[in-house]
């Protein structure tokens, strides 16, 4: 189980670096481009990529780490973790929702709903997770949580639901000609990395839920390491493949969608 378990824990921790190094190096570049004349979609796509995939994700490991770590974070850093994470990953979150307003919804008061009151209920799931004391080393996400949890994976959903719907759209165009296919591409890319995020969201709740003893998380760490580490690289390279693609990808994915005309 020790051999298995530190190959899991490579595999996650290089996983983990990979996702939040890209997402510091992609956010920061949105950010750069949006600061010399870039539109408001560009600001908000680099702030849900610097802060909910490389501060919260950073900082939330570290807190989850240490439930199986031999000697454990005092309880005030642990809590003081905790809970910055969870901050950065509400307006990290949040960035998401406004952009897929703006880019999908744009002046239609139905989308404005939806960002608004996503956006309220993961602030009040989380207060509420706190005020009941959620905040636990033996059980980070446990029911208080769960709240939280489902509000944070229903704004993803908004998010995969729009990407999906448009693309069907451009799909029809693109038998035309009137379609760009690197967009069409780009598209199912969000998507992809918006419904790895879901599988990453939901595990930890899933997990507490299921198994009640400290021993039974330790005996499936190394299962579950390994699995977070493909849903982590999924999104990881599902996004830079969206927001950095080689010329070679380019030329791929346009061959790619001529082939299916």
């Known amino acids: 189980m ?30 750069r481009r949006a600061l010399k004349g870039g539109v408001l979609p560009e600001r908000l796509l680099g702030l849900h990529l610097l802060l909910a995939i490389g501060v919260g994700s950073l900082l939330l490991s570290a807190a989850t780490m240490s439930a199986y770590a031999e000697e454990p974070l005092p309880p005030a850093l642990f809590d003081g973790i905790t809970v910055a994470g969870n901050l950065a990953t ?44 959620g905040i636990q080393r033996e059980a980070l996400y446990g029911r208080a949580s769960w709240p939280y949890v489902g509000a944070m994976v229903l704004g993803d959903l908004w998010v995969i639901y729009d990407a999906l719907r448009f693309r069907g759209q451009l799909r029809r165009r693109l038998a035309l000609g009137l379609a760009d296919p690197l967009v069409v591409d780009r598209l199912l890319l969000w998507s992809v990395g918006s419904l790895a995020r879901v599988g990453l969201v939901l595990m930890a709740p899933i997990v507490t839920a299921l198994v009640h003893t400290h021993e039974t998380r330790v005996a499936l760490a190394p299962a579950l390491l390994l699995l977070s580490s493909v849903l982590i690289l999924a999104a990881t390279v599902s996004l830079w493949l969206m927001l950095s693609p080689s010329e070679r990808y380019r030329r791929w994915v346009s061959a790619r969608y001529a082939a299916a005309r």
């Open 90 to 133: 509400i307006f990290g979150l949040m960035a998401a929702l406004w952009f897929n307003y703006r880019v999908f919804h744009e002046g239609q008061r139905s989308g404005l709903l939806v960002a608004c009151l996503s956006s309220a209920l993961m602030w009040i799931g989380f207060v509420t997770y706190v005020a009941s004391d």
């Open 2 to 31: 020790g051999g298995l378990m530190g190959v899991a824990a490579l595999l996650g921790g290089l996983a983990q670096l990979a996702s939040i190094g890209s997402a510091f190096w992609l956010g920061g570049r949105l950010l």
